[in-house]
């Protein structure tokens, strides 16, 4: 079995480790960092649960190797609570907006809610509803997951 060494900043800090070539980066990032937010669902590419960013930008890690993930900035869902354990803005209005039922998409959407929000962009609702279609969520709680991530995108355009 060939292993690689992968150095790469996870949620702020600087980590390495050495990982078997054919891993994925949702099993490193489970196995070697214990980051259990990232879901493993279909391991496919398909319900993005298993969501990361990785330099700024949303994949799924399923189907992400983890040795390229060398050199680069990942952020899973842990690494949206700050350093004294306040959630962000966009766990809150999941929160406040009922947008979590058994938890196990929401934090692939959280992730993409972020990479939305953190863009600035002001998005209309058909072009934010497609940035959260590669999410399945089991539970049907797509109305209010969109009211959430709305709310915080039409905040983030106030002068
Ligand atoms: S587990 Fe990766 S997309 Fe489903
Ligand atoms: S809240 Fe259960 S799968 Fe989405």
Not at 10 to 36: F, H, K, Q
Request: aromatic residues 6%.
């Amino acid at each position: 079995m060939m292993r690689k060494l992968v150095r790469c900043k996870i949620n702020g800090r600087d980590t390495e480790t050495v990982v078997d070539v054919r891993a994925s980066l949702t099993d490193m990032l489970r196995n070697e960092y214990r980051l259990t937010s990232v879901k493993k669902g279909c391991e496919v590419g398909e319900c993005g649960a298993c969501n990361v960013i990785i330099n700024g930008e949303c994949f799924n890690s399923c189907i992400y190797l983890a040795i390229w993930a060398d050199g680069k900035e990942i952020t899973t869902t842990e690494g949206l609570v700050s350093a004294d354990g306040k959630l962000s803005a966009i766990q809150q209005a999941f929160i406040d907006e009922g947008a979590v039922q058994c938890g196990f998409c929401t934090p692939g959407f959280l992730l993409s809610a972020a990479e939305a929000v953190n863009s600035g962009k002001d998005y209309s609702d058909d072009e934010l509803r497609k940035v959260l279609s590669g999410h399945l969520c089991r539970c049907t709680g797509y109305e209010h997951i969109f009211r959430a991530v709305r709310k915080l995108t039409a905040q983030q355009q106030k002068p």
